[in-house]
């Protein structure tokens, strides 16, 4: 059985950890991803990237690699983000 429910939890930077991932808050284009704070070459810091708002890629400090925010958003938890506060939605395998 399948069940889903809502964390609700309040974030003081555009870092904070989750399941026990480190997760960024990225906005591009007027638009707010919730994505994991990981570059998929290395494991760079994508909090840190660099924003290319025309392509809608964050380019990787360590190794300048680009990063789709629309792939990387596929990958991680639907989320709501209201003011300082977020809500993830979480998948429960019963």
């Not at 494991?43 to 680009?66: M, R, Y």
Request: net charge positive; charged share 25%; aromatic share 10%.
């Amino acid at each position: 059985m399948i069940k889903y429910k809502y964390t609700e939890f309040y974030i003081q930077s555009n870092i904070f950890f989750f399941n026990q991932k480190r997760m960024a808050v990225i906005s591009i284009k007027n638009k707010t991803f919730v994505i994991e704070d990981k570059c998929k070459h290395r494991g760079g810091p994508l909090s840190l990237a660099k924003k290319d708002e025309l392509a809608e890629v964050l380019i990787c400090p360590w190794h300048q690699i680009s990063n789709c925010v629309l792939h990387l958003n596929k990958k991680n938890y639907p989320s709501l983000i209201i003011g300082n506060k977020i809500k993830i939605l979480e998948k429960i395998v019963i």
